[in-house]
């Protein structure tokens, strides 16, 4: 059941957007070290990123559209970011953060409606 084409692409792009997160913005603990060190970092990080999300939407394509597999994307990648924010950087979530991104989610529910 996790190896499907509908779940695998999902589990890989929650993979992917951790990476990714953690490219963009995990240096931002370690702002005292200089900016080529934390492009370098970062680019390593994303490297691994790539071998994750790029399979996940070739895999997912299977049974979902391009449209779907990118609004899957952007909610993952809202939640990742909402998660690390709060336990990685040690920033609130305001009302607004969450009404926005639940704005957003319910965007993204209406694609699927299809």
């Known amino acids: 059941m ?3 084409p509908k779940i695998l692409p999902i589990l890989m792009l929650i993979a992917s957007n951790v990476f990714m997160t953690f490219a963009w913005y995990g240096h931002l603990k370690f702002k005292t070290s200089p900016i080529y ?3 370098l970092a970062s ?3 994303a ?3 790539y071998w994750l999300a790029v399979p996940a939407n070739r895999i997912g394509s299977q049974v979902y559209s391009t449209a779907e597999l990118k609004t899957m ?3 993952i990648t809202l939640t990742v970011f909402a998660v690390f924010s709060v336990f990685y950087l040690k920033e609130a979530l305001t009302l607004n953060h969450v009404l926005g991104f639940a704005l957003i989610a319910g965007g993204a529910a209406l694609i699927f409606k299809g």
Do not use: Y
């Open 2 to 4: 996790l190896l499907s």
């Open 47 to 49: 490297f691994f990123e």
């Open 43 to 45: 680019w390593m990080i």
């Open 73 to 75: 994307q952007e909610v």
């Open 37 to 39: 060190i934390a492009v």
